[in-house]
């Protein structure tokens, strides 16, 4: 049985992000609708395993990471990511359409990845190496703090 942060995801998500426009800039940071896709796409698809990035964080650092990932606790505005340009990253799919559809399509590939390995554990830059479990949670917090962000409360 599904899980209310997987139906979240699996059902959810894409309907959200098909109300926003791609100039759409947010309440904060530098990237607008379209980008804000673009870069979802790439956190599912290095959850999936996919887009291989390297470690940010260890040690005791790690752990307060990890424990804030399983906690309730929401991503802070304005959270800043070392790995992504100061303006943005450059568009690179021609529109909205277009992004929102590749996102569904990592999503769709994540869930069979793990369908078909669910003892799989992915790396994740800031958080280690993550199960299917701590994916979707890291997927569910990141996915809520973008649509916070541009405005779009859930």
Do not use: C
Not at 40 to 56: M, Q, R, T, Y
Not at 82 to 95: K, V
């Amino acid at each position: 049985m599904a899980t209310i942060k997987e139906i979240f995801l699996k059902e959810q998500v894409i309907p959200l992000f098909s109300q926003l426009v791609s100039e759409k800039k947010g309440n904060w940071g530098v990237m607008n609708a379209q980008q804000m896709v673009e870069h979802l796409a790439d956190a599912v698809k290095n959850a999936s395993g996919k887009l291989l990035l390297p470690s940010l964080t260890e040690g005791e650092r790690l752990e307060k990471m990890r424990s804030f990932l399983m906690s309730d606790k929401p991503f802070k505005e304005n959270t800043p990511n070392p790995m992504m340009p100061a303006t943005g990253a450059a568009l690179r799919r021609p529109d909205m359409q277009s992004a929102i559809a590749k996102l569904q399509s990592e999503l769709d590939y994540f869930f069979v990845v793990f369908q078909k390995n669910p003892l799989l554990k992915t790396k994740n830059a800031f958080f280690g190496e993550l199960d299917y479990q701590m994916n979707i949670q890291l997927l569910d917090k990141h996915f809520r703090h973008h649509l916070k962000q541009f405005g779009i409360d859930v």
